[in-house]
Nanobody
Framework: QVQLVESGGGLVQAGGSLRLSCAAS????????MGWFRQVPGKEREFVAA???????AYSDSVRGRFAISRATNKNTWYLQMNSLKPEDTAVYYC?????????????????WGQGTQVTVSS
């Protein structure tokens, strides 16, 4: 059973930076694709970024150029570096993993989810 735990959320002023981490346990996720999604109350969870098992990446248009997804050498931890944060980035951020080497922007293709971490960007 794969378990994911996010950390690194918090309150930051607009223009600031945060780095989210997601630690996986239960099994080695060498060939898993991993992603970050976010959700605000009353809206659907939306794709933010993803990284494939071979290191390819994808980003939503709203964060491309400001956010960067990466994974640690052990491949059981991955990160979302968020720079130039905007108030509209405020959301609960979730990490997710899928048992497939190719990444996906579709949240329904991810089987494993963390509990979420709140990111609040003040103006």
């Amino acid at each position: 059973q794969v378990q994911l735990v996010e950390s690194g959320g918090g309150l930051v002023q607009a223009g600031g930076s945060l780095r989210l981490s997601c630690a996986a346990s239960g099994r080695t996720l060498d060939d898993y694709a991993m992603g970050w999604f976010r959700q605000v109350p009353g809206k659907e969870r939306e794709f933010v970024a993803a990284i494939s098992g071979s290191g390819g990446t994808a980003y939503s248009d709203s964060v491309r150029g400001r956010f960067a997804i990466s994974r640690a050498t052990n491949k059981n931890t991955w990160y979302l570096q968020m720079n130039s944060l905007k108030p509209e980035d405020t959301a609960v951020y979730y990490c997710a993993a899928r048992n497939y080497v190719f990444l996906s922007v579709n949240l329904h293709q991810y089987a494993y989810w963390g509990q979420g971490t709140q990111v609040t960007v003040s103006s």
